[in-house]
């Protein structure tokens, strides 16, 4: 089975030429999708197209989708894409999750967040904070408000962010 | 002159270990997308550093070919430098809503691997010296094209909607304030 997205819908392909639209209306099939396929589509969309500040990525519209139909399993999602990326992708992952401004989506992904704050790699902490930037939140402030950054310009973009935020 | 670049800061500030300062991983071509030459031509935003509102111009240029609102890393060489290493540019119009920078835009054009190693190298360099980047938060950008919009250097309505939301928060608040 193939995930590709198709008008801001996750959209698998079961088996050629047939083509099952996530959530599935067939009674017949299973109406959650494969926690791994969505896994692979995201990576593959992270590891083709690099996200770049300004520019819309293709992840954004499936995990907005499944922040919003099934916000367990994008939760699962994002856990193994973390666990198991190398550098490369899982700090995309948390600054996509940052351009999702729902309380659903930062419900589902503020303990992510949180964690890549600590981080050891300055990626995940630098995608962090811009995720924070992206919520604009009360509970944004909250979590930027306890971070101690080490290095000199991300913690000066985080004490600036943290005094737009307050604004 | 300076050739500027939107960039990402934090694959460019960490050096893994048993690398040099002046030396640029060769992970960093697929981390990201500040070394992505299409047409084997890499984009820079060109601007006289003798002008004390270069800075602001550039980062006005960047964002005014953006769809969404962002935060912004930006770093800059010199183009003396470049020209010395062989790089050619060519002048290019620029992707940009704000009419009268784009032809602030030059191409660094006919890369091959060589000439692109030569250009990270120069970048890296500018970075790790710690004065030759700037980062600008998204509020940041939005009060810059507010002033732009204020200013009639670019209109609103031409802006991509995730791009001008912001920005009209901002002159919301400036109205609200009796600015």
Redo the contacts between chains.
Sequence with gaps: MQVTTVDDRLVFVVSSPSVATWPFDSSSVSTTPDVQEVVDRLMSLFEGE?L?????HAAESVLAHLVRTAPTIAMDVATRILADSE??VA?QLIRCVG?LVSARAEAVFMPMVKDALKSS???M???AV?AL??WGTPGAVHALAGYEEP?P??R??AV??LR??R? | MVLVRKIELSTWTQVPEGFAADKVPAELLSKCSDLKAIGNELSFWRFDASDVAWRGEATLAIVGGWKKLDGLHVAWMEEDALLAAGITLEPSAGETILAELKNNHVDAVRLDLSRLATIARHLALAIRSGSQFHTSTQQELAVQLADAVEAKRVKLPNMPQKLGEPVQVELARRTSAGR
């Design positions: 690099p770049e500040s300004g520019v819309e550098e490369l700090p351009r790699e300055i990626s902490r630098d995608a811009r930037e992206g290095v310009w991300l000066d973009y600036r962010v737009d935020l604004r």
